[in-house]
Structures are given as C-alpha cells and as structure tokens.
C-alpha cells in the first residue's frame, strides 16, 4: 500500500501547484477551481471540484493515519 501512498500524495500536490502552470487551486475558503486549460486556470468552482479535492484530502489524511510506514502508531 505504501507505495500507492506515496503515488496519490504526488498528484495530490497538482491541487497545490504541481502543475504545469504552477498554479494553486484551492482557494483560501476550501473551495477548488475547476482545473487547468490550454490557455490557463478555470476560475470556475464547481461542486465537482470541491468534492474531488475534498475526497483526495480524506482518503490521503486517512492513509496517513492508517497505512504511512512514515506516520507514527498511534
């Protein structure tokens, strides 16, 4: 599993600006924009967005507790 971790945890970073315009797509409030275009970002925030950033926030912070060989037993 860890090395699936370590896979989702580097697309995650695309939501924070690993991406090929080194833009951030989480908004100050929690929202996310829509995603990248040819031409730039897509200022759009749909509930789509909101709720893939906000599931991979979960699932990752889940994993981490869960399944990280680097997170502490708990």
């Known amino acids: 599993a860890a ?3 370590r896979a989702a ?3 995650f ?3 924070w ?3 090929r315009y080194g833009k951030v797509l989480v908004t100050p ?3 996310c924009y ?3 275009t040819a031409t730039g970002m897509n200022i759009n925030q749909g ?3 909101v709720i893939a950033y906000l599931l991979a926030h979960l699932a990752l912070g889940q ?3 869960h399944v990280s060989p680097q997170s502490p037993s708990r």
């Open 3 to 5: 090395p699936y971790f």
């Open 9 to 11: 945890s580097a697309w």
């Open 13 to 15: 970073t695309w939501f």
């Open 17 to 19: 600006g690993n991406n």
């Open 29 to 31: 409030d929690g929202g």
């Open 34 to 36: 829509d995603g990248l």
């Open 47 to 49: 509930a789509e967005s």
């Open 63 to 65: 994993t981490d507790r």
